[in-house]
């Protein structure tokens, strides 16, 4: 399996992000599309250490609507949506949270002509895009990125912020259960903690957050996974545009519906496929050591990506056709990992 270590990151990044924040008064942050406890955390952290700091801060997200879940989070309401922003060159400084490419955010970055910007970030096949970058493959998340950012630097880090922080550190890590969870980062949460968070309570906000009706989603999901291939190491399942109209749910119940699927005993790989109002059918793809290739590398089958281990795409199949375009997609790509070298 190739692993996409990001070869330029050099802990003297740290100080660089850390100084570049220092030295701008006006702060525009962007976040990724289907924000996720990562992104969310991560603007909303970097959001307070620029209102603390007297700047004049705003963020922007391509969502038309913020998953309820995080609702907790600080300047969570101060976000606001937009999916085309015109980037003047007027010394704001752009900072882009969590987001792999300039892509993933609100569209009108020009990276021929990067203006003043600033990237953290900690996906493995992040491009580098921004002026200056700080991007750690190696890291849980985004937060962690932060967090260390903030340390370089000596930022006050307040309640919201340590809260703010963990939450995209949990989020990102599957409550530290993933390969991405190292010593590092629970150091770094334990330094949360010594700063005021409660382990318990995030863990009830973010975890002990689902609405009768999304379980209904779960229940139709559930009912429909296929384990198959090689001792039943694949599996999928699928979400219908008519599964939420008929529960009066939406996307954002269905957050950890893939990772249930990894639970299931002996599977290394899962993938949920999302039918969206447009038609266009999305996958959530997950993986573990152990899968005969990742989750990222299937993704970028479809032009999509993320990290090794969890990623999405959209897949080009009408609905009623996807989970059997799925399974032998899915095998396919099995036997071509197994095929002998000529
Ligand atoms: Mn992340």
């Not at 008064?25 to 962007?30: K, L, M, Q, S």
């Not at 922007?60 to 998953?67: G, I, R």
């Not at 491009?127 to 950012?149: F, H, K, P, W």
């Not at 963990?166 to 903690?193: P, R, V």
Request: negative net charge; glycine residues 8%.
């Amino acid at each position: 399996m190739i692993t996409m270590m990001n070869k330029n990151f050099n802990p003297a990044d740290l100080l660089t992000a850390s100084e570049t924040l220092r030295a701008n008064d006006r702060w525009i942050i962007f976040t990724h599309v289907k924000s996720d406890g990562d992104a969310l955390g991560s603007a909303s952290a970097l959001f307070e250490a620029g209102v603390n700091a007297g700047k004049i801060v705003s963020w922007f997200s391509p969502d038309e609507k913020l998953p309820e879940t995080y609702k907790y989070l600080a300047r969570f309401d101060d976000c606001i949506s937009c999916e085309n922003f015109s980037f003047v060159d007027d010394g704001t400084l752009y900072v882009f949270l969590d987001c792999s490419t300039e892509i993933r955010s609100v569209a009108g970055f020009d990276i021929n002509n990067p203006l003043n910007s600033l990237n953290i970030d900690h996906h493995e096949d992040n491009t580098n895009y921004a002026r200056v970058n700080c991007v750690d493959g190696s890291a849980s998340s985004t937060c962690e990125m932060l967090y260390r950012v903030f340390t370089a630097g000596n930022w006050d880090i307040t309640l919201n912020m340590a809260e703010s922080l963990y939450t995209g550190i949990f989020t990102d890590t599957g409550g530290f259960s993933f390969s991405n969870t190292s010593k590092l980062t629970h150091d770094i949460a334990g330094e949360l903690i010594a700063l005021g968070v409660s382990a318990a309570r995030m863990t009830d906000r973010i975890s002990q957050n689902k609405t009768p009706e999304s379980l209904q989603v779960w229940a139709r999901v559930l009912s429909r996974v296929k384990v198959f291939g090689p001792e039943n190491i694949f599996a999928v399942s699928m979400i219908y545009a008519d599964d939420f109209r008929e529960t009066e749910s939406d996307l954002t119940g269905t957050e950890g519906l893939s990772q249930m699927l990894m639970s299931i005993r002996g599977v290394k790989f899962a993938a949920i496929a999302t039918e969206h109002d447009d038609g266009v059918v999305r996958l959530s793809v997950r993986s573990r050591n152990g899968s005969p290739f990742g989750a990222g590398e299937f993704a970028r089958m479809y032009a999509g990506g993320g990290h090794e281990k969890a990623a999405g795409c959209a897949f080009p199949f009408p609905a009623e056709k996807v989970l059997c375009e799925l399974e032998s997609a899915i095998l396919r790509k099995y036997h071509e990992c197994n095929r002998p070298h000529q």
